[in-house]
């Protein structure tokens, strides 16, 4: 893992009217790492999510991807840089097979000298879904729903990756099968990962540094031994100590 800053948050803020979803947001992502965000529901995390990925203007602050400033750059534009993002609720294109919905993502991120078929390919085989490749969404479980969002995610050039809650609704075993799938990924291209994700102890298990959101701001940021006994963040939002490993 490099010591560079692969995406940079500094002084994000975000109102809605009088409604303040964020305030004074700062962290930085290390190439190469894979850093867990967890907060409450309404700390912010969504909202924080569609900034950093172009969807929505800060009100205030600067999101920074490799060094660079893209705050004002479109959501296309930040893909076509290698910022990609999955959704928190999964949207296939249900009409066609696994297989093509990546080749829609592939067709559209890789410049025309590529052969998106051959990226088609390796995302099928790299996320173990060959033998659903001319399933339709319908046909699947949700396990492997969400490892073709994940595969649409990646098409193409994947620089840092942004999970929004991929594990929720699996099985134990669909979840450390998915997790250890992205852990696989991270190793083996490394790509920079960030999870949302509100199974503490599933992020526990996934990596080895926690940014917590709670009230709109950052209010710890440490490894998950750290955040489970910090008192500020059991009395916000843990309840105990050890929950975040169990």
């Not at 967890?38 to 060094?67: D, M, W, Y």
């Not at 705050?71 to 290698?82: E, F, L, Q, S």
């Not at 098409?155 to 134990?172: I, K, N, P, Q, W």
């Not at 500020?232 to 309840?239: D, F, Q």
Request: some cysteine.
């Amino acid at each position: 893992m490099s010591d560079a800053a692969a995406l940079e948050v500094t002084h994000i803020a975000k109102r809605f009217g009088g409604l303040v979803a964020l305030r004074d947001v700062s962290f930085r992502v290390a190439e190469g790492e894979v850093m867990g965000l967890i907060g409450p529901n309404g700390a912010g995390k969504s909202t924080l999510f569609e900034i950093v990925s172009g969807n929505l203007p800060p009100s205030g602050g600067r999101v920074a991807f490799f060094g660079r400033d893209c705050t004002a750059d479109p959501p296309h534009v930040r893909r076509r840089a290698g910022l990609c993002r999955s959704f928190q609720k999964v949207r296939l294109f249900e009409t066609m097979s696994v297989g093509e919905n990546i080749a829609v993502a592939a067709r559209q991120c890789l410049p025309p000298d590529k052969d998106w078929r051959a990226e088609v390919t390796s995302i099928l085989e790299r996320m173990r879904l060959t033998p659903q490749a001319d399933r339709l969404p319908s046909e699947i479980t949700l396990a492997d729903r969400k490892k073709v969002e994940i595969g649409r995610a990646i098409a193409g050039y994947c620089r840092v990756l942004m999970l929004d809650e991929s594990l929720s609704g699996l099985t134990h075993d669909e979840a450390e099968e998915l997790i250890g799938e992205i852990l696989a990924l991270n190793r083996d291209t490394g790509i920079t990962v960030i999870v949302v994700e509100h199974v503490l102890s599933v992020l526990a298990k996934m990596v080895k540094r926690l940014v917590v959101l709670h009230n709109a701001t950052v209010i710890a940021d440490g490894t998950p031994s750290e955040i489970a006994h910090d008192p500020v963040v059991i009395e916000a939002y843990l309840g105990t100590k050890a929950s975040v490993l169990r």
